[in-house]
């Protein structure tokens, strides 16, 4: 039987901590991994999933941790993944647990309160299960894309990783298609000003977490071949593959998780529509009766 995780509100303080202790900025993957040690979260734990659409439990509820961190003031987003510490963030790491669950609570619905205020709008509605509903589907947009990314033939996704390549700034990129050869499915060339550089690529429909093995693996198949190596997962790396993609003296390669292919995919409009929603703002023009 798996070890049950934490709620998500149980990860708001040690995210704000583990933030504060990588310099106040981080990444999404900085803050995983950190969170994964400090909590001390064993492999069972992470490998928790979704069952209908195998997403990984732990990753969305961190996920849910910030967005709710976010609202409440105590994080900004710096863009391109990067989450900041605030002020108001900064002090709150130094709380308990329920100190802080208690004043996110109370700064969502003081920052509910304004947004009901600027538009005007008198409802009686509950504000904070709006915002639940909305990190809610947040979380499931991406979590209907996993499951159909899973759900497309690994050649389908290999050419998705060849489109989502060159939308990115590849050219010549390349699906090899060729078995037995150390997990390298295809070639691209990445221009970056008046240089370029050799990157091979390995795509994984992983369902759970690649560990350093794999790292291991694609390092030995690539040595000679590229300048870059990068590994798309539909799945999550372990912090023990993190750190053998950065090992010092050996060849970076560069990792895309499940949760990070779903926001390039977004971003660049590949199988993901966004739709800008727009609402009515209604008030009654005193002066128009007043002059009639």
């Not at 993944?81 to 996110?104: E, F, N, S």
Request: hydrophobic share 40%; with cysteine; net charge negative.
């Amino acid at each position: 039987m798996v070890t049950s995780l934490p709620k998500y509100d149980d990860f708001m303080l040690p995210t704000l901590q583990a933030i504060r202790e990588l310099g106040g900025s981080a990444s999404i993957e900085e803050i995983q991994d950190k969170l994964t040690e400090t909590m001390g979260l064993t492999q069972p734990q992470l490998d928790l999933a979704y069952p209908k659409s195998g997403a990984l439990v732990a990753p969305d509820r961190m996920s849910w941790a910030r967005s709710h961190l976010k609202i409440a003031g105590l994080l900004a987003s710096g863009g391109k993944g990067i989450w900041v510490l605030t002020d108001l963030g900064r002090d709150a790491a130094d709380l308990t647990p329920a100190q802080v669950k208690a004043q996110v609570k109370k700064l969502s619905a003081d920052h509910h309160a304004k947004v009901v205020a600027r538009r005007a709008e008198a409802s009686s509605s509950d504000r904070s299960d709006e915002t639940a509903a909305a990190a809610e589907d947040e979380a499931a947009w991406s979590e209907r894309l996993l499951e159909k990314l899973k759900a497309i033939s690994p050649a389908a996704f290999e050419r998705l990783a060849q489109r989502l390549l060159r939308e990115s700034g590849f050219v010549r990129v390349e699906v090899t298609g060729k078995s037995g050869d150390g997990g390298i499915d295809g070639t691209g060339v990445l221009r970056l000003n008046l240089l370029s550089f050799q990157v091979l690529f390995q795509c994984k429909r992983y369902q759970g977490s690649c560990g350093p093995g794999i790292i291991r693996d694609f390092r030995g198949a690539m040595q000679g071949r590229a300048d870059k190596g990068l590994i798309i997962t539909t799945g999550t790396f372990t912090a023990e593959a993190r750190k053998e993609a950065t090992r010092d003296g050996a060849p970076a390669i560069d990792l895309i998780d499940g949760e990070g292919l779903c926001l390039l995919l977004k971003d660049r409009g590949l199988g993901v529509v966004v739709r800008p929603v727009i609402r009515e703002e209604i008030e009654i023009d005193d002066g128009f009766f007043e002059s009639i």
